[in-house]
């Protein structure tokens, strides 16, 4: 397993479900996931969903600048951190952002968040 290979498919896997159905992204995560988003602490696969749903957009893009990872511990875990611009619709600036995922392996081979750090970049 290439770790590189892993976390390009996930971030390409996650931003894509995002910026088509973000309610799709809910089998990503576990109840024992954390987001924390702009500072505020979201616990739980559901409610991470609802916050994710709720943002004040309907649509917008995302493009990936960097994605870059690393092993994390002897679970077989991985860490995924992502730089990119966020288009939301109707919006003539792209954001900047950062997000960091930390990945660990499911019984069934693949991967969920267990913990989501997301941050607009203000220059």
């Known amino acids: ?3 590189d290979a892993v976390a390009k ?3 390409e896997h996650y931003y ?3 910026d088509a159905n973000r309610t799709g992204l809910a089998n990503l995560y576990q109840e024992s996931s954390m987001l924390t ?3 505020q602490k ?3 696969s ?3 969903v609802a916050k994710l749903t709720s943002l004040p957009f ?3 893009q995302h493009s990936i600048t960097t994605v870059d990872c690393q092993p994390s ?3 077989g875990g991985m860490l995924v951190f992502v730089s990119g611009n966020l288009k939301l619709a109707g919006e003539q600036h792209a954001l900047k952002f950062s997000q960091m995922f930390h990945l660990m392996p499911t019984p069934q081979g693949s991967f969920y968040v267990l913990n989501d750090i997301f941050r607009l970049n203000y220059a």
Do not use: H, S
Request: net charge negative; charged share 10%.
């Open 42 to 44: 979201i616990q739980g």
């Open 37 to 39: 988003f702009e500072g």
């Open 1 to 3: 397993m290439d770790p």
């Open 9 to 11: 498919a996930f971030v």
């Open 16 to 18: 894509t479900t995002f």
């Open 46 to 48: 559901q409610n991470i």
């Open 58 to 60: 309907q649509q917008c």
């Open 73 to 75: 511990g002897p679970a």
